[in-house]
């Protein structure tokens, strides 16, 4: 079975930084790309970052330039570096797996999740 764990998150300033990661076990890194996704109060979960099976990563536009995702060498931990942290940065941040090579940032593509951890802007 595939588990993901993430950790990391925080209470941060407007402009501020944070890095999340996620643990993930249970499948093969060959067979599954990672992404990250977050939810706001009232608002519908969004793709955020995703890496597929061959590291090519992608990001959603409105984080494109302060976000970064990586997974370390030996592919077990996903990562998400968040710098220039704005308000609407704020909710709750869910890692998932896929089993697909490229990382699409549609939710419904993934049917692994994280139990998420929470991040908030002021």
């Known amino acids: 079975q595939v588990q993901l764990v993430e950790s990391g998150g925080g209470s941060v300033l407007t402009g501020g930084s944070l890095r999340l990661s996620c643990a993930a076990s249970g499948y093969h890194h060959s067979a599954y790309c990672l992404a990250w996704f977050r939810q706001a109060p009232g608002k519908a979960r969004e793709g955020v970052a995703g890496?597929?099976?061959?590291?090519?990563?992608t990001t959603t536009d409105s984080v494109k330039g302060r976000f970064t995702i990586s997974r370390d060498n030996a592919k077990t931990t996903l990562f998400l570096e968040m710098n220039s942290l704005k308000p609407e940065d704020t909710g709750q941040y869910y890692c998932a797996a896929s089993p697909s090579a490229r990382a699409r940032l549609d939710p419904a593509d993934y049917p692994y999740w994280g139990q998420g951890t929470q991040v908030t802007v002021s």
């Open positions: 890496i597929g099976t061959n590291g090519v990563a």
